[in-house]
């Protein structure tokens, strides 16, 4: 447990009179930060913004036509590092406001790039393409990134702690989810198949049910229940803890909010051309639309939060592992996908939460696997081989599922 990020999770908000004069905590605390050294620091935290270079190519491929499979390319790689610079920024604001806020800024910045994608697609009445997506996002995350959490922290640590009361809350809203999927898959297997209002209305409605139900989620971990989120440090551990404590923000305030803002539009840019080049990708590969929706535009579109986890992980910040992994997969049940259904009841167009038999089995063994491994607020590298052993196992299974239009 990182007790540098549990002790700021009692932190308020700003609004709720947070003190931004962080000299106040004694000498070792990072108060005189000028933005010339948290520049310098953002730039030499990773090789990998060695990668930055691809961000202006992959721009300019698009506009100047260098070919679908290069743009494609060019704006893969320039994600990387954006993704890096935009984990970086919500670890720093996490030190500052708690990993609680800070998995969520996480996941919400996140999954923006994801909605912004998802909007332009419904207006331009590609269904499936979103329905692919937000399924393979939720899986990505559950399976791929957190197994992923799992073995990279089991390798340093035996075995790792998280809050449990996070955890069990995160299995009881993700189950809610796939329930909410599986209903209209057998609304659709008892009613007439060539009547969809029932399931388009049904949609509409439950819908606007997860909706209210993310909102009372938000009300219960950031008011309500906000103690249940903070662990309390055992007596025999505080000395050790005062220690840790000492881990402190390299970047100003202001400089961490600028990053992240910045880097989420950069992001947005470079994932939109990827996406726009998925055609020419699909045709020169062979592989189908849905495999491209499901498993790789997740990988890319969601890339931010991804290695925000597996760092946290690495650092033994469970905590903030499983709040970016199993944030991310709520916000995309809970909120995102039933907010492009109510989109795209506005725009008329046919956006719902049918998804075929196989495809919501498939996120049900995924929520359940899931489910059984969280639920104890523990992990090790064992339980990561699971996870990612059942997201391979799904790969394949995709690699083969043919092409097919579910949308109604």
């Known amino acids: 447990m990182d007790t540098a990020i549990v002790v700021n999770a009692h932190t308020p908000l700003p609004s709720a009179g947070f003190n931004t004069d962080y000299g106040t905590r004694g000498p070792s605390h990072r108060a005189g930060l000028t933005a010339s050294q948290s520049i310098v620091h953002v730039i030499k935290a990773s090789w990998i913004n060695i990668l930055l270079v691809f961000v202006p190519l992959g721009i300019i491929s698009h506009h100047l036509h260098w070919g679908e499979t290069l743009t494609f390319s060019l704006n893969f790689l320039a994600i990387i590092p954006l993704a890096k610079i935009l984990g970086l920024a919500t670890e720093e604001i996490a030190l500052r406001v708690g990993q609680t806020i800070g998995s969520l800024l996480n996941a919400t910045f996140g999954n923006a790039i994801e909605l912004i994608i998802s909007i332009f697609a419904i207006r331009q009445g590609q269904i499936r393409v979103v329905q692919a997506s937000m399924l393979g996002s939720i899986i990505t995350s559950l399976l791929l990134v957190l197994g992923t959490c799992f073995v990279a922290g089991g390798y340093y640590k035996a075995e790792q702690s998280f809050n449990q009361t996070a955890a069990q809350t995160s299995s009881s809203l993700m189950t809610l989810a796939c329930i909410a999927l599986i209903i209209p898959a057998a609304l659709h297997a008892a009613v007439d198949a060539d009547n969809h209002k029932e399931i388009l209305d049904l949609s509409h409605g439950t819908a606007i049910v997860l909706l209210g139900v993310y909102g009372f989620y938000l009300y219960f971990q950031l008011i309500s229940h906000k103690h249940l989120y903070s662990e309390i440090p055992e007596e025999g551990e505080e000395q050790q803890e005062e220690q840790e404590e000492k881990e402190e923000p390299q970047l100003t305030l202001q400089l961490s909010l600028g990053l992240l803002v910045g880097a989420t539009l950069v992001v947005a840019f470079c994932a939109e051309y990827l996406v726009d080049s998925i055609e020419g990708i699909v045709e020169s590969s062979g592989l189908s639309r849905t495999f491209v929706g499901l498993i790789l535009l997740p990988i890319v579109s969601n890339a931010a939060e991804y290695i925000t986890a597996v760092t946290a992980a690495i650092k033994d910040k469970m905590d903030l592992a499983i709040g970016c992994t199993t944030g991310s997969s709520m916000q995309i049940a809970l909120l995102i996908t039933p907010f492009l259904v109510v989109l795209g009841w506005t725009l008329d167009q046919p956006m719902t939460l049918f998804f075929d038999v196989f495809e919501t089995v498939i996120l049900f063994i995924s929520v359940l696997i899931t489910n059984y491994l969280i639920q104890d607020g523990k992990s090790n590298w064992l ?26």
């Open 383 to 408: 339980e990561g081989v699971l996870l990612l052993s059942t997201y391979i196992i799904i790969v394949l299974a995709f690699y083969f599922y043919p092409e097919e239009d579910t949308s109604l």
